[in-house]
């Protein structure tokens, strides 16, 4: 099977500007969740969406929003972004019933 | 609020030695945890994982430990070779039935030849 893919890889924004970002999950897989990685709050949860309905949400402003579709992929989408969203954003996937999350590769999001 | 803390930042081991890397969760009512990869420019890959009514699980060349008591997880790495060289992670799964992971800081594993 292809494993979690991430549109795009890299992205350049700048401030002010909002930001859609991309997932598409390993096929069978209904749940993704989003994480943001920066150096220096490390892996934080951002969202999880299970058959396009959003199961639990961390601790990020309103800001940060995301959407889930009929065939699981989901879009993360940052409005007014500031410098500090400047991160990796990760998205994973598990199987409907399972408990192990993979990973795809992030997009590399840079607010200047 | 929880936190899953490394207590070795760096951890530098010759080709061919065992590997150990410890982690300390705080969440007495965390129910899975996990462990993952992370080469550089890559997202987190899966190594193992462990529920908390068992102790130890082995993979290949992998084995993590749950200490509940003590609230302590590590990952062993037999034979560490040059490709095991990465950021390793742990994370814990604080609520049942949610996918909400919360990791650790990481630790940077060097092999040298």
């Known amino acids: 099977k292809a494993g979690v893919t991430q549109t795009p890889r890299y992205l350049i924004k700048t401030r002010g500007q909002q930001v859609t970002l991309s997932c598409s999950p390993i096929?069978?897989?209904?749940?993704v969740s989003w994480y943001q990685q920066t150096p220096g709050q490390g892996l934080q949860f951002l969202f999880e969406y299970f058959s396009e309905t959003q199961r639990n949400k961390g601790n990020f402003p309103g800001r940060f929003s995301g959407r889930q579709f009929s065939n699981s992929r989901s879009e993360m989408n940052v409005s007014t972004l500031e410098l500090g969203d400047s991160a990796l954003y990760l998205c994973?996937?598990?199987?409907?019933?399972?408990?192990?999350?993979?990973f795809g590769p992030g997009t590399r999001l840079t607010v200047l | 609020g929880e936190s899953v803390g490394l207590h070795l930042p760096t951890l530098s081991v010759q080709e061919g030695d065992n590997s150990i890397i410890n982690c300390a969760y705080s969440?007495?009512?965390?129910?899975?945890f996990i462990w993952y990869k992370q080469e550089s420019g890559k997202g987190p890959q899966f190594i193992i994982d462990?529920?908390?009514?068992?102790d130890k699980r082995q993979g290949q060349r992998v084995t993590v430990l749950l200490n509940k008591t003590v609230k302590h997880l590590s990952l062993q790495i037999a034979a560490t070779q040059p490709g095991d060289s990465a950021v390793y992670f742990c994370?814990?799964?604080?609520?049942?039935?949610?996918?909400?992971?919360?990791f650790g800081s990481g630790t940077r594993l060097q092999v040298q030849p």
């Open positions: 994973a996937s598990s199987e409907p019933t399972g408990d192990t999350q993979y």
């Open positions: 994370a814990e799964r604080p609520y049942t039935g949610r996918r909400a992971l919360t």
């Open positions: 462990i529920r908390s009514n068992m």
């Open positions: 969440n007495s009512a965390s129910d899975y």
């Open positions: 096929s069978g897989h209904r749940s």
